[in-house]
């Protein structure tokens, strides 16, 4: 009975580091996209996409792309190369971060119809944080 308790332990850390993986992908796609277009993309062309960005400088603007780009390759970056891997849960939770200053930016101007892709990028960021800061963290080299 012992044997099999102790074969049960390992199983569950394997399927949490897979997820952990499989949501740090997920993001790094979602943070990087958005990161480069708003890097990239003339303001006056992000401001008719997203509301927001008429509230915000340009420079901030282009800070917050650049934010979620190097969050994006934070979160594979050092887990894949086993180099400083903590990184990776601090990257994620400066995404965390962005994401509920977003959501609360979406509750104080009555933009809830774009709250929830703030609230599920936030959580994911969150989960990853946790797992990789607590539960699965990755070994340096």
Known sequence: ????????????????NISLWVVQGLLAAAFAM????KVT???????????????YSPEMVRF?????LLGA?????PAVTRILPRLTALAAAGLTTVMVLAAVF???HDD????????VLGAMAAFVAW???????????
């Not at 009975?1 to 949490?16: D, E, I, N, R």
């Not at 958005?34 to 277009?37: E, L, N, P, S």
């Not at 003339?42 to 008429?54: C, D, R, S």
């Open 1 to 16: 009975m012992a044997s099999a308790a102790a074969t049960a332990a390992p199983a569950s850390g394997k399927g949490l």
């Open 34 to 37: 958005a990161g480069i277009m």
């Open 41 to 55: 993309k003339p303001i006056a062309e992000l401001g008719a996409q997203m509301g927001w960005v008429k509230y």
């Open 64 to 68: 917050i792309g650049a934010a979620e």
């Open 73 to 77: 390759i934070g979160l594979i970056g």
């Open 106 to 108: 979406h509750v104080t």
């Open 112 to 119: 809830l119809p774009h709250l929830a892709p703030s609230l």
């Open 131 to 141: 797992g990789r800061f607590m539960k699965a963290p990755i070994a340096p080299r």
